[in-house]
Nanobody, 116 residues
Framework: VRIVESGGDLVQAGGSLRLSCAASGLSVTFSMYSFAWYRQAPGKHRDLVARIQRGGSKNYADSVNGRFTISRDNAKNTVYLQMDSLKPEDTAVYYC?????????WGQGTQVTVSS
């Protein structure tokens, strides 16, 4: 399984970014997987940002609820994270993750930096 994130950038506070997570090498069809976005700021733990289940249900961290939107395109094997009204505290490396059985798969991360 290969997970590749993209879309990270430097943006001013109040701006928007869309992150993409492309998955390949999956053992079953993409639509069967749940995916999640995590983030890790320097010196901090890696925290859950948003999750989308295989059926499409979503949940968000309180800190991003109402500003971020997770979505998926099963035809493109891709998950997205639309980030609006960005704040400096959103600065972190953002990781995409999925799992199958007891195995977790992670991408290499993409850097998001929000300047004040």
């Amino acid at each position: 399984v290969r997970i590749v994130e993209s879309g990270g950038d430097l943006v001013q506070a109040g701006g928007s970014l869309r992150l993409s997570c492309a998955a390949s090498g999956l053992s079953v069809t993409f639509s069967m997987y749940s995916f999640a976005w995590y983030r890790q700021a320097p010196g901090k733990h890696r925290d859950l940002v948003a999750r989308i289940q295989r059926g499409g249900s979503k949940n968000y961290a309180d800190s991003v609820n109402g500003r971020f939107t997770i979505s998926r395109d099963n035809a493109k094997n891709t998950v997205y994270l639309q980030m609006d009204s960005l704040k400096p505290e959103d600065t972190a490396v953002y990781y995409c993750s999925t799992d199958w059985g007891s195995i977790n798969y992670w991408g290499q991360g993409t850097q998001v930096t929000v300047s004040s």
